[in-house]
């Protein structure tokens, strides 16, 4: 979308409706705080523009107010092809990372984008929608479900900077706790969601399961976050993000086959890549941390730690560990022979 058209559907919706108004340096005034940098000249001019197409008031007092006739229905601007795919594709793949005012006010777009992506000479753009994915190729499980209204309440606090009473249970735990939280952020991962913020009382924020939280209540009293919170800092010190730093250089060896799709999908930009008859050895510098670990082992027995001495430790290790689990008898192994076949009637289901 232009930043014309973008601002133009941004001064309408500031407009109330008659015989409330508007001035044009409170509506500059709005322009800015929402990240537009324009001139009161260049307000005039949209207004004067969007009049020709709008039901528009415009009083004879100074300065001028500026309001819509109440009972119109608003036209939405118009939308080219190319705008209307952009529209369909934000509300496809990244609705849910909005705040619930902003879902509400952009939904009359949505719904004029499906209707622009239907006329005939938008055929091949409508089609787009049907030729994109996004697919995981690693084993998942299901994305664990948040309540809706609780998403709403939460998205409207940290969207207000407001403090919210929510009542949550733990992992692995049945006891309620109804709590003040002052949220600070909301974290997506594959399967979950994260509610970062900081309980009353407390100094440091934490992290709490979105699906574990029963109830919210926006309290429309001004949050207090940290002195200094940083998002990005905070994921990267509890290790929910990777931290970019410290990087160490590493040297893996791969199977052959599996060293040279790493020419395609590279670990970094910066890696070297030597090719053996017997292996493909790895040579770059990363941050050492629970993904690198969890990456190496995903590749089994065609990948082994060179250096540093430390990771090939910790592989060792945990691969020692997993060889020992696997060694001890399973329940139906353990269990007499008459007994065996009756095992899984002594499992309890849940779920």
Same mark, same amino acid.
């Given at each position: 979308?232009?930043?014309?058209?973008?601002?133009?559907?941004?001064?309408?919706?500031?407009?109330?409706?008659? /015989?409330?108004?508007?001035?044009?340096?409170?509506?500059?005034?709005?322009?800015?705080?929402?990240?537009? @940098?324009?001139?009161?000249?260049?307000?005039?001019?949209?207004?004067?523009?969007?009049?020709?197409?709008?039901?528009?008031? =415009?009083?004879? %007092?100074?300065?001028?107010? !500026?309001?819509?006739?109440?009972? *119109?229905?608003?036209?939405?601007?118009?939308?080219?092809?190319? @705008?209307?795919?952009?529209?369909?594709?934000? &509300?496809?793949?990244?609705?849910?990372?909005?705040?619930?005012?902003?879902?509400?006010?952009?939904?009359?777009?949505?719904?004029?984008? #499906? #209707?622009?992506?239907?006329? /005939?000479? @938008?055929?091949?753009?409508?089609? !787009?929608?049907?030729?994109?994915?996004?697919?995981?190729?690693?084993?998942?499980?299901?994305?664990? #479900?948040?309540?809706?209204?609780?998403?709403?309440?939460?998205?409207?606090?940290?969207? @207000?900077?407001?403090?919210?009473?929510?009542?949550?249970?733990?992992?692995?735990?049945?006891?309620?706790?109804?709590?003040?939280?002052? /949220? =600070?952020?909301?974290?997506?991962?594959? $399967?979950?969601?994260?509610?970062?913020?900081?309980?009353?009382?407390?100094? %440091?924020?934490? *992290?709490?399961?979105?699906?574990?939280?029963?109830?919210?209540?926006?309290?429309?009293?001004?949050? #207090?976050?940290?002195?200094?919170?940083?998002?990005?800092? !905070?994921?990267?010190?509890?290790?929910?993000?990777?931290?970019? $730093?410290?990087? %160490?250089?590493?040297?893996?060896?791969? &199977?052959?086959?599996?060293?040279?799709?790493?020419?395609?999908?590279?670990?970094?930009?910066?890696?070297?890549?030597? =090719?053996?008859?017997?292996?493909?050895?790895?040579?770059?510098?990363?941050?050492?941390?629970?993904?690198?670990?969890? !990456?190496?082992?995903?590749?089994?027995?065609?990948?082994?730690?060179?250096?540093?001495?430390?990771?090939?430790?910790?592989?060792? %290790?945990?691969?020692?560990?997993?060889?020992?689990?696997?060694?001890?008898? $399973?329940?139906?192994?353990?269990?007499? $022979?008459?007994?065996?076949?009756?095992?899984?009637?002594?499992?309890?289901?849940?779920?």
């Amino acid at each position: 979308m232009s930043k014309i058209v973008s601002r133009k559907m941004a001064i309408l919706e500031m407009l109330p409706p008659h /015989p409330r108004k508007i001035s044009t340096t409170d509506l500059l005034r709005k322009l800015m705080i929402e990240g537009f @940098n324009t001139s009161l000249r260049t307000v005039q001019r949209d207004l004067k523009d969007l009049t020709d197409s709008y039901p528009l008031i =415009c009083d004879d %007092e100074n300065p001028a107010g !500026w309001s819509v006739e109440p009972t *119109a229905r608003r036209k939405l601007p118009d939308m080219d092809g190319d @705008n209307a795919l952009a529209f369909a594709q934000l &509300e496809q793949h990244l609705l849910t990372a909005l705040p619930p005012s902003s879902r509400k006010k952009l939904e009359p777009y949505f719904r004029h984008a #499906q #209707q622009t992506l239907t006329q /005939p000479h @938008n055929q091949s753009r409508a089609a !787009w929608q049907s030729k994109i994915r996004f697919v995981r190729k690693t084993v998942l499980c299901l994305p664990a #479900q948040a309540k809706p209204l609780v998403m709403e309440t939460l998205y409207q606090a940290l969207y @207000n900077d407001t403090v919210v009473e929510i009542g949550y249970h733990k992992a692995n735990e049945f006891h309620r706790y109804d709590r003040r939280i002052h /949220p =600070c952020g909301v974290v997506f991962s594959e $399967t979950e969601a994260f509610l970062i913020g900081r309980f009353e009382h407390q100094q %440091e924020c934490q *992290a709490i399961r979105l699906h574990h939280i029963e109830s919210a209540r926006d309290t429309l009293i001004p949050a #207090q976050p940290p002195h200094g919170f940083d998002l990005d800092a !905070w994921l990267a010190a509890h290790q929910l993000q990777p931290s970019p $730093t410290p990087s %160490e250089a590493i040297i893996l060896h791969f &199977e052959p086959k599996i060293g040279i799709a790493l020419l395609d999908t590279k670990l970094t930009e910066e890696q070297r890549l030597e =090719c053996h008859d017997d292996r493909v050895e790895l040579y770059a510098s990363v941050a050492i941390n629970e993904d690198l670990i969890r !990456w190496i082992m995903s590749f089994g027995a065609a990948a082994r730690v060179i250096q540093p001495l430390s990771l090939r430790q910790t592989l060792l %290790e945990r691969l020692q560990a997993a060889v020992r689990s696997y060694q001890q008898p $399973t329940v139906a192994q353990a269990l007499p $022979t008459s007994s065996a076949t009756q095992a899984p009637t002594l499992r309890r289901v849940i779920g």
